[in-house]
């Protein structure tokens, strides 16, 4: 028995199939396949290191079925043909011969094609994403009888190519808006034939698509399904629609249930962001493991062992199924199974290096924590030619993975910290709807700690600097502050100087200047108190401009929810005793403000950089005193100098 983590370290069956633990690596489209949707050497060598990261499962990103509509994405694994079957045969055998059981999810996209037009779907209502761009080209074709049994026929071939190809298991694909739930859910399925109306008919094509599919593979071999809880969308699928299907693939020997929830319209329940409770979904899960024998898998922002351990000791599902957590580390399970969850680096749900920085952009797959994701080979960490002395200038997310990086790779390293190690990610992380944050900077703390790197804490000069080989630079920024009459009031603060505690906490009107991410997060935060009143003033004609999608989704939901006023297009021109004066377009208008936060952005501190590069020493610039940028830019950017040293 696994002292740290029994539950989520003892073996449990999928039909016949033993799994060594309750960890699934749930299925997540790369992008790293070829164009045709071929496997490449990149895709199976990202997976690789999953299954050394001893992952019971590994549910192989979704496949599209046939060579018409089902093809979701660029680069997507395609299983329409048989040809497929040497790429596919090369991961399920890389997979396998590491420990790991190989399964894979079948596909077709339905309405959600970001490919864009032509799609299909059950009924011709259009994915209101694909609307905005291509208006009228986006709704979809209602798919015909002849085209419904052609596609039972598709997934079934899939299924038995996925088994040819060496794949212990079989996924198909039943939930988040793609075509399987066009048809589950009401809010997508307005068919008046045998298959929409009744929950019975809405469920036919998915009853039929796995009846194929098992006839195909035969008895013995297990078929597990991937349900929504419900689709979060008004007049949409329930958990009792999901209660219904649960129970009824399990009566045509369905082998386990994969419970998430959303759809790409509703994406927040799906990809939870950090402003969400972790676990949004689990409570799906326990609500179908109460109704069926099979195992059923949570999933959904289960980023912590002790948690995902929780949840399953507490009999609320039979496996958890991870998949961004997985992303940031494909270590995750061999660390905490060796009782180290220190070492995990942390997922902390920001969505900005899978999805807005990969998918959303057509790319490939990136990570915030995990600079590697998609480049194993090419940004590993190898030992250093010549070993040095590195003095990294700063210890916020930059820095320390600077340092920490620099340290693995055998250099000696010091780090000057002025002030707290973590820099900007304290103040980022002071909202308790950002915590995630704090999992990233207990993680980038603990490595330097424990890498031997040695920590000053002093604000170094160049004087100081002057018996090192190399310097990393990651002296961050200054915020901006507002040049115009008043801004030197006593109820005037930088935002930043509020997200802490001890901060100030204001009541009454708060006026925020600047609704970027800080100037939004500072409003909401606010508007949460009782007692305020907060207005946002933005110079551009949006806010939250470089959010990202979900926090633009969240944020939005809040600052209607809480009443806070927006003013876009408006330049602040003088701060007085009657408030914020502002100029939008041709007039003028006075916001009263007990209080007024600037959010006005950030100047990168470049001094010291500049110094060092005049004096020819060895020197690198990286993260926020580079170009004031995101988690994401400090990471990369750190991790990148510290190989380069
Ligand atoms: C980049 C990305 C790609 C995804 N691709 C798929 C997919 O191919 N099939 C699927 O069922 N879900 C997909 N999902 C959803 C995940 O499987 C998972 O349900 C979701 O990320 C929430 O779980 P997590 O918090 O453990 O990441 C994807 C999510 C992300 C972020
Ligand atoms: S980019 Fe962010 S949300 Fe996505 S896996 Fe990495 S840390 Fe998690």
């Known amino acids: ?26 299925p997540q489209t790369t992008g790293l396949s070829h164009m045709d949707g071929s496997v490449s050497s990149r895709l199976v060598r990202c997976y690789e290191d999953l299954a050394r990261g001893e992952v019971g499962m590994i549910i192989v990103e979704y496949a599209f079925v046939d060579r018409k509509y089902s093809k979701s994405a660029s680069n997507q694994l395609g299983i329409c043909d048989d040809e497929y079957i040497v ?32 799609m299909k779907s059950a ?42 190809a060496g794949f212990q298991v079989v996924e198909i694909h039943g939930a988040h808006g793609y075509l399987i739930t066009n048809f589950l859910s009401p809010f997508t399925n307005q068919r008046r034939d045998w298959y929409g109306g009744s929950r019975e008919n ?86 179908i493991k109460k109704v069926v024998k099979i195992p059923v898998f949570a999933t959904g922002s289960i980023t912590q062992p002790d948690f995902a351990e929780e949840i399953l000791a507490s009999g609320k599902a039979d496996f958890i199924s991870m998949g961004r957590p997985l992303l940031a580390d494909p270590y995750w399970a061999k660390k905490a199974q060796e009782g180290h969850p220190e070492d995990i680096s942390p997922c902390i749900r920001c969505n900005e290096g899978c999805l807005d920085r990969g998918n959303h952009l057509g790319k490939s797959i990136n990570c915030t924590m995990n600079p590697t994701l998609g480049f194993e080979d090419a940004l590993a960490i190898r030992p250093a030619d010549k070993v040095r002395k590195v003095a990294v200038v700063g210890g916020g997310p930059a820095g320390l993975k600077a340092a920490d990086t620099a340290a693995l790779r055998g250099h000696e390293v010091t ?9 900007w990610l304290h103040e ?66 930088l935002a ?7 901060g100030v906490r204001p009541t009454g ?16 935060l606010f508007s949460r108190q009782p007692d305020t009143q907060v207005t946002i003033l933005e110079m551009l004609p949006q806010i939250m401009n470089g959010c990202s999608d979900c926090d633009k989704i969240v944020y939005g939901g809040w600052i209607q929810e809480n009443g806070v006023q927006v003013f876009t297009s408006s330049k602040v021109v003088s701060i007085g005793e009657e408030g914020v004066t502002f100029e939008q377009r041709s007039r003028r208008g006075t916001v009263p403000a007990d209080h007024v936060f600037l959010a006005t952005g950030m100047k990168p501190n470049q001094a010291l950089y500049e110094e060092l590069l005049a004096q020819g020493v060895m020197v690198y610039n990286v993260g926020d005193s580079q170009a004031p940028g995101k988690i994401y830019d400090a990471v990369h950017s750190g991790y990148k100098a510290g190989l380069k040293v």
């Open 1 to 26: 028995m696994n002292p740290y983590f029994p539950t989520l370290f003892s073996p449990c069956k999928i039909g016949n199939v033993t799994i060594k633990n309750r960890i699934c690596k749930a």
């Open 87 to 118: 790429g596919l045969g090369w991961l399920a055998d890389t997979i396998k011969n590491l420990g790991s059981v190989p399964c894979i999810q079948i596909e077709h996209c339905g309405r959600q094609r970001f490919l864009g037009p032509p």
């Open 123 to 164: 009924s011709p209502n259009p994915w209101p994403l694909m609307y905005e761009r291509y208006g009228r080209a986006a709704i979809p074709e209602e798919l015909t009888i002849d085209e419904i049994h052609q596609l039972v026929e598709d997934f079934g071939r899939a299924a038995l190519r996925a088994k040819t």
């Open 202 to 287: 809405r469920f036919r094509f998915l009853e039929q698509v796995f009846t194929r599919c098992k006839e195909y593979v035969g008895e013995d071999f297990p078929i597990i399904v991937r349900l929504s809880g419900t689709d979060y969308e008004p007049g949409g699928m329930t958990i009792d629609d999901t209660i219904y299907y649960a129970q009824r693939l399990e009566q045509l020997g369905c082998a386990a249930i994969d419970v998430s929830g959303g759809d790409h319209h509703q994406m927040i329940h799906q990809v939870t962001p950090m402003q969400l409770d972790r676990g949004h979904n689990v409570w799906a899960a326990e609500a």
């Open 415 to 423: 780090l000057f910290e002025k002030r707290a190690l973590g820099g």
């Open 428 to 493: 980022a992380s002071y909202p308790d709807f950002k915590a995630d944050i704090r999992d990233a900077l207990r993680y980038l703390v603990t490595q330097v700690n424990k890498h031997g790197v040695t920590v000053v804490e002093k604000e170094a000069t160049a004087a100081d600097l002057a018996g090192f080989d190399a310097v990393i630079v990651a002296t961050g920024t200054t915020p901006a502050g507002l040049p115009v009459p008043g801004a030197d009031r006593p109820n005037v603060t």
């Open 496 to 502: 930043v100087d509020a997200l802490k505690e001890g």
């Open 509 to 524: 009107q708060v006026v925020v200047v600047g609704g970027g991410l800080i100037g939004v997060e500072t409003a909401v």
